[in-house]
């Protein structure tokens, strides 16, 4: 049974739900649950990265245009104020959390940002370079060849 992440933030709704997805999808018979990939646009790349970090069996995740910190992309406002990940900036940033990863599956694609440096040469050190992946190809594109690559996942 999925557990709520605490606080009941648009985010942290966000990765409950990304987390009922995986839950629901693995339990069919038809599905490896060791092939399952998460895909994230934008800002929803951050949640992405948070689940697949929490939950081990998620194989990799596809980053379409995801920021590389979180200033800036989560509003702090009186009326409107979305802190559900502040608190992980004590530890780590997007980067450091996408190292968490290691040594799943990272594809980005879209605008290359420059603090995933940071994991990628982490992936290289640790001897999974080809493991993280910037591709400049559509994710259909990217989707099918992980399916060609993985079949019946």
């Known amino acids: 049974m999925t557990r709520h992440c605490g606080s009941h933030t648009k ?3 966000q990765i409950d739900d990304i987390r009922a997805a995986i839950e629901t999808i693995s339990a069919e018979q038809s599905v490896d649950p ?20 929490v939950n081990g069996t ?3 995740v596809v980053l379409e245009d995801t920021p590389d910190h979180h200033v800036g992309i989560t509003p702090v406002e ?7 990940l502040f608190h992980i900036l ?8 996408t190292g968490l990863l290691f ?11 420059t603090g995933f440096n940071w994991p990628q040469s982490l992936y290289e050190k640790l001897g999974a370079g080809e493991a993280f992946n910037r591709q400049n190809q559509s ?4 989707l ?10």
Do not use: E, F
């Not at 799943?104 to 879209?110: P, Q």
């Open 11 to 13: 985010t942290s709704l």
């Open 34 to 53: 060791r092939g399952i990939y998460l895909w994230g646009k934008g800002k929803l790349g951050v949640p992405a990265i948070y689940c697949a970090v």
């Open 58 to 60: 998620v194989a990799g």
């Open 78 to 84: 009186a009326s409107n104020c979305d802190t559900s």
């Open 90 to 97: 004590r530890h780590a940033d997007i980067p450091q959390a």
């Open 103 to 113: 040594p799943r599956t990272v594809i980005l694609t879209g605008k290359m940002r």
């Open 139 to 142: 994710v259909k594109d990217i």
């Open 144 to 153: 099918a060849r992980l399916t060609d690559t993985h079949p019946g996942r």
